[in-house]
Antibody, heavy 121, light 110 residues
Framework: EVQLLESGGGLVQPGGSLRLSCAAS????????MTWVRQAPGKGLEWVSSISSSASTTYYPYSVKGRFSISRDNSKNTLFLQMNSLRAEDTAVYYC??????????????WGQGTLVTVSS | QSVLTQPPSASGTPGQRVTISCSGG????????VFWYQQLPGTAPRLLIY???QRPSGVPDRFSGSKSGTSASLAISGLRSEDEADYYC???????????FGGGTKLTVL
């Protein structure tokens, strides 16, 4: 199991940008597909983005497609989420997690503790 | 509004068996595996069940999952106080092209 630690959250104005990072421990990071999931305050879970282990393929739901970009640096054991054109409804705790593929990418058995993104003027 | 429907709350007493339902349609649960997650208060979610009825290592066998048609269920037997948490189901939806989550069920251990 890999240990994950998110960073980069904070307060940003509507229309602004933010880049989240997820640092992974161990040498097995490169073997895992990864995903971002978010949770608005007091609300449920929402899938945000996923990326294959080699970074050759990325996936986004309609709600963030064209605004968010997922990437990874396997040499540095780090996952990223670049968020642009942020809206108030993007306010949430963002979790990174390992992912498993079954028709779609589901968060699997390792999760970070989450980082809070607040979009407000 | 979630496409997967869960009861907002459930409850049970210690030692009891409780079941949490997740209702969907032909384009999601009816065609794909269901995953279940547990979120203890103030913590990150944790995977409980994958591929409808498989438990990851470390998850007690008190937790079990099943699927029938367009519905799925999570059963917790021998209920304990530490099971008090929010529980979410998830499935791929062909219509949306997304992994979708249920709205969550808050389990209270009385």
């Amino acid at each position: 199991e890999v240990q994950l630690l998110e960073s980069g959250g904070g307060l940003v104005q509507p229309g602004g940008s933010l880049r989240l990072s997820c640092a992974a421990s161990g040498s097995t990071f490169r073997t895992y597909a990864m995903t971002w999931v978010r949770q608005a305050p007091g609300k449920g879970l929402e899938w945000v983005s996923s990326i294959s282990s080699s970074a050759s393929t990325t996936y986004y739901p309609y709600s963030v497609k064209g605004r968010f970009s997922i990437s990874r640096d396997n040499s540095k054991n780090t996952l990223f989420l670049q968020m642009n054109s942020l809206r108030a409804e993007d306010t949430a705790v963002y979790y990174c997690a390992t992912a498993i593929y079954n028709s779609g990418w589901y968060p699997f058995d390792s999760w970070g503790q989450g980082t809070l993104v607040t979009v407000s003027s | 509004q979630s496409v997967l429907t869960q009861p907002p709350s459930a409850s049970g007493t210690p030692g009891q068996r409780v079941t949490i339902s997740c209702s969907g349609g032909s384009s999601d649960i009816g065609s794909h595996y269901v995953f279940w997650y547990q979120q203890l208060p103030g913590t990150a979610p944790r995977l409980l069940i994958y591929r409808s009825d498989q438990r990851p290592s470390g998850v007690p066998d008190r937790f079990s999952g099943s699927k029938s048609g367009t519905s799925a269920s999570l059963a917790i037997s021998g209920l304990r106080s530490e099971d008090e948490a929010d529980y979410y189901c998830a499935a791929w939806d062909d219509s949306l092209g997304d992994v979708i989550f249920g709205g969550g069920t808050k389990l209270t251990v009385l």
